[in-house]
Structures are given as structure tokens and as C-alpha cells.
DNA sequence: GTGAAAGCGCTAACAG
DNA sequence: CTGTTAGCGCTTTCAC
């Protein structure tokens, strides 16, 4: 009862295979008095396609492959929930990669792409393994970036503006008065580090404001990173009255280490982070942060993913997704400054092809 | 070059794709010469097995199906992560399935076992679709139960003691002196926020104490839920000096609205969590709270789901995993009473099947 | 130790 | 509109 093959219909219809198969395809060149026979026929018999077979037989795995660097990371939940709402819909499923920034682990995923395993891959690892072992077209794999930038890669992105978001981060404390602001980077050279801590350069230049050296520090987006940092910061004989911290999570740690040292935020501290991760708003104090589209970001990353599976080119396209601004109570004037913040939230970017 | 097949392979050496075959699954029946021969020259083809074709000659997929409840909840990540490990090992590729409590999908789930898109199903549910849309032998296919129980489902289960963990998160509160002692319970009548709940009641029980009803409300496991259930409790004519919280998600909450009403914690209140997720401890103040070994669960469950998929039986079976109490600076001493609670962690649960 | 042949279940090209 | 035929790429009898 539980394998009903296409050949069962056939046999207990007096039908061949091929119409059945037809009718269950809807392919319209079948009569319907035999359309519905073979529906209800189906339906009696439990039939259900079996997929290495249609796989096998149409050259496709209806599967995507969704590549992450770190799996265990909440900060590609929603992506990953974008993604796989967006290819649910489209009739596909979704594998999961996690390389854990292992060279080989990246290798084989494009590996399980040429096998047969996925018809396409989304890559959101910031990067590609060594040109020598990727196949030689990457531009015709069916493959899509997210999120974290492959430079030079020439595969089309899904992404946000990370200068222009980070900017006006740093903008905003700059309107608040604030003028010894530093910069608690990510792991540069990484590319979404790299982005971040411009737009905090750019804001600073636009504003007329020096920039130190000894106020840019570079940690790895984990939190004890961002602890630490954030005293090497106010060890400096002119400790900032800000921190833009480049993700959420390293914004924590500088945070904890500030209520350690007593130092109260954002009385006398204004720390702004970026991503508005999972607790960023039950956090306290309620973290001022850039938020990402996340969902939406899965979502159009698979959207553009079915177009480039479907045979469009969309080499070097950069579709980028508005980030929005989330004022909390980070952040606050600086004492004994005017200061003309806006508060609430503020929606940053567009989109273009 | 990237798509040469066995066929290929033989043409090139004048061998029968069957001999290649065998050489290349190391079969022990071919010439340890024509062996390297074939070897070699998949290699320079650069052949690459074609897995649908392989999925339907051995009838199967070589692919696991994980469903989850809620796949935008972090709480399930440290347990994909031991799964995706796990299953790699194996030479497994990890399916994501999200049911969103939705039925429908559930069905669709075991459906895609079925249709053999995957060999075997983890399922971090909670509940089983209703009984007559599931196939009928529901012990003869290869699923295995993680985390949260299905009772009466006859499924091999991977879990914790969640009264026994319960019961010691609240007899930690008791030690330190405290005896008005309030309960957010999960969503009852689901199994997991049930069994806590027994927990807490065997721990009052133990120590003599009262259960009173209006020490007992009922969440729904999300941060607003745990706010408004403290501001209830804290509405009564004697409110609580401490809380068990069934989820840490909720203790957030309660210790928000706790600040917000100028009640310190832990000095004036005890709050205990459960699940110990990430940020637990970088929350102000730290929360004390059940730690689960997620990634060990989620391993074990893929290493039991093997076992079963390789045909043994482990009808009823129950794995449990040792929980960790984490005693950190959400918990405190009553005032004025002589407490005698530990501190640090603490080992609690056993493993048997 | 190797080859020939069959077939997993499905779909698509070609006839009629 | 329906049937016949072939074949996707692989593994596995069964012979030799």
C-alpha cells in the first residue's frame, strides 16, 4: 500500500505509464474522464512520486543548498528562514552547509552543487576557497551571495549597504554631540568588516572630526572581544564618549565591561551596535543598533536564486535591501552638549540593480 | 570535463563500467592494478558520482530530514549544529524542515520520507500530526524524537529529565532560604512545559511548602509573556521572593518588568531560568538557570536516528542527556534568612535506555 | 577478477 | 489524446 509506483496506476487503470504520468503532470494533453480516473486512482492507491527517480530522469534535485559559516550562529536565523519559506514555496528544499571557515568543508559544497545533490547554492561565508580547486565557470553556477560580500566573485549579491548604514550610525552620535567617538571594528580584512568601519570613517571625515588611530580597534564579533576592547579603549588618556561597535555581540560585551568599570551607559557612555540581533531590544540597556532585513534578505536571496536557476544572468548584480536605524536607550546626548538626536526609527537605503 | 560519468571512466581504460564501479566503492573484488588505474583516471576526468542516479538504484537518499517547530528560534540552533556534525561524519546531508505548528507541514514532512527525499527524521516538534494522516506503522519508520517528548508516540526519544532538572532548579531556590516561591509555567498542556511544571511542584512538595494557585500562571515561552505574568504575580497581596521561570526567554522578560517596577534583582528577587541560551550569561544580572547540552542531543539523536535507520528497533527507547544547574547572579540568598546554597555548576541527570 | 545485462521509477520523444 | 520505446547513471546479480 505505502509504494504505489506509477506502473500500479497504470496496470489497474489499463493505462500505460506515460499517461499516467501526463495526468499527474497536468501536461493538458490528457482527456479528463482519465485525468480524474487516474487522480482518484492515485489518491486510493497512495501513490507518491518517487524523487530519485524523477530526479535521476529530469536532470534536477529540486534542492537548494544553503551555505552558512557558522551554523550556530542566531545571527543567519531568519535568513535561513527567509530562504526556506521563500524555496517552500517555490516547490523546493533546503540542505544546510556549514563550513566553519574550513577551506575544504567550502570546497565540497560546490562539490555536492556539480553532483547533483542541489540545483543551486546560496553562499553566506564571505568568501570562496582557492580559485585552483572552485570549477572553472563560477559565473555559470546557479549560486547567490547574501548578506557578507564576496568581493571580486562576480556572483550576484543580496546585501545591505553596510558603509551607508554604518555612517549614519555614527552620524547619530555625532548628533548627539558626541565628538571622541571610537570604532570597535570587526575582523578586518573581511569585507563586511572592512564596509563597516568605512562608513564610521566617512562619517567621522564628513563631520570634520579627527580620526584617531588608537580609536579604531579590530575584534572578531564575538562578545569577550568586545569586553576586552572596550577597556583597552578607556585605558586610553582620552577614553570616547562613544563606541560604534561593528555587530551586536561584541556591543554586549562593551557593555557588561562598562557596567563592570562603573561607568554608566548611556549616562556617560553612548555605545551604538549593528545587526539588532535576537535580545538586542531586551537587552539592558535596549541596544541603539542598525537593523538588518534578515527574512526579507532569505527571501530575495531564493527569489534571485530561482531566476538564475530558471537561466537569467545576473553576473555582478548587487540588490540592496534597506537597513533601518532603531534608536533605544544606548545612546543619549552628550552631557553638557545640545545635542538634536531623532529617536524612533529611520528607514536607510534603496534598491537598485 | 565536469560531468564525466562511469561510462566514461571505462571507455577511457577499456574496462566495463561495472569494474569501475566496484573500484571506485572499493569493493575488494578487483586487481589492486586496474584498482589504481581506475582511480587515477577518475581523478584527471574529474568524475564525480551522480547521486540521484546512485539515490535510485540503492533506494536512498543519503540525506536526513530535521523538522523543527520554530526554525527562527535560537534555541533549536546548538542542536542542528550536533545533527549537521553528526550526520556529516556519516556521509549524510542535513534537510530543514519547519512545521511553524502548522499540521499540514507536519504531514508533509513525513510525506517527503516517504517519497524518499530522505532516508530518516529527527523531529523537534513536540507533537505528531494527527493520527490518520500518518502511515499507519508509525514504529517502522526510521524517526527519531529530540528534545521535546511526543508521549505516547512509541518513538525513540532524545531528551532531558525535565522534572528532575525542574525539581533541582527550584530546590536551589529553597536552599537559599526562600519559601514564596512562583512559577511561569510554558504553554500546558504541551509535554515539556507539563513536565516542569511537575518539577517545581515535587520541589515545593518536598520541602513542605504550599502550592498555591495563584503562584502558578501560564506562559507562552516568548519574552512578553514572561513581563506580563511577573506583573501579575507581582500584583497579588503577597507577591513571590523568587521565581522559577520555564524558559529564559521568559526570565528576561520578568526581570525587565522586575527593573521597570524598581524591584532589583537578585536582591529583593530570585528569578530562575531554563535552557541556558546564548546570552544567558551576558544578560544583566547573569541568569542562573538549567543548562541543556543541546549539541550533544542533537548529536545523539543523529547517532540513535542511524542506528534505526540500519534496521535496529528502539521502540519506546529514552535517551536522557545530563543537564548542568548554572548558578549565577540572578539568585540570591532570601534576606534574613540563613541560606545554604551552592554555587557554580552542578551535574544532574543520568543516561540509560 | 572482469564483463554482460538488467533494472531502480520516472519522463520525454516519437508514433499513431 | 494515448501507447511504445528508450534512457537518465548507477549498482548488482549472474555468468565466465
Known sequence: ??????????????????????AL??????????????????????????????????????????????????????????????????????????????????????DMLRDGHADGMILITGKLPDAESLPEALHDLPVVVALEPIEESGLPHV??????????????????GHKRIAHIAGPIPEAMATLRREGYRRAMQGAGLELRAD????????????????????????????????????????????????????????IVGFDDIFLSQAFYPPLTTVSQPRTAIGREAMRLLLE??????????????????????STAPLRGASASARTGETVFGKRHA
Chains 1, 2 share one sequence.
Request: hydrophobic share 40%; net charge negative; proline share 4%.
Open 1 to 22: 500500500m505505502s509504494r504505489a509506483r506509477i506502473k500500479d496506476i497504470a496496470a489497474e487503470l489499463g493505462l500505460s505509464p506515460a499517461t499516467v504520468s501526463r
Open 25 to 110: 503532470s497536468d501536461s493538458g494533453l490528457v482527456a479528463e474522464p482519465t485525468r480524474s480516473r487516474v487522480r482518484e486512482a492515485a489518491q486510493r492507491l497512495n501513490y507518491r512520486p518517487n524523487v530519485s527517480a524523477r530526479n535521476l530522469r529530469t536532470q534536477r534535485s529540486m534542492a537548494v543548498l544553503m551555505v552558512v559559516r557558522d551554523i550556530g550562529n542566531p545571527f543567519y536565523l531568519d535568513i535561513v528562514k527567509g530562504v526556506e519559506a521563500a524555496a517552500r514555496e517555490a516547490g523546493y528544499s533546503v540542505l544546510m552547509g556549514n563550513t566553519e571557515n574550513n577551506a575544504e568543508r567550502e570546497v565540497e559544497y560546490f
Open 159 to 176: 546585501m545591505i549597504d553596510n558603509i551607508g548604514a554604518a555612517r549614519e550610525a555614527v552620524e547619530h552620535l555625532i548628533k548627539l
Open 215 to 270: 580609536y579604531e580597534v579590530i575584534g572578531d564579533y564575538q562578545l569577550p572581544s568586545g569586553e576586552r576592547h572596550c577597556r583597552q579603549l578607556f585605558s586610553l588618556s582620552e577614553p570616547p564618549t562613544a563606541i560604534f561597535v561593528a555587530n551586536d555581540e561584541m556591543a554586549f560585551g562593551a557593555i557588561n565591561e562598562l557596567r563592570r568599570m562603573s561607568v554608566s551607559v548611556p549616562e556617560e557612555v553612548s
Open 308 to 329: 538564475v536557476m530558471h537561466g537569467e544572468s545576473h553576473t555582478g548584480e548587487i540588490i540592496m535591501m534597506p537597513t533601518t536605524f532603531q534608536t533605544r536607550a
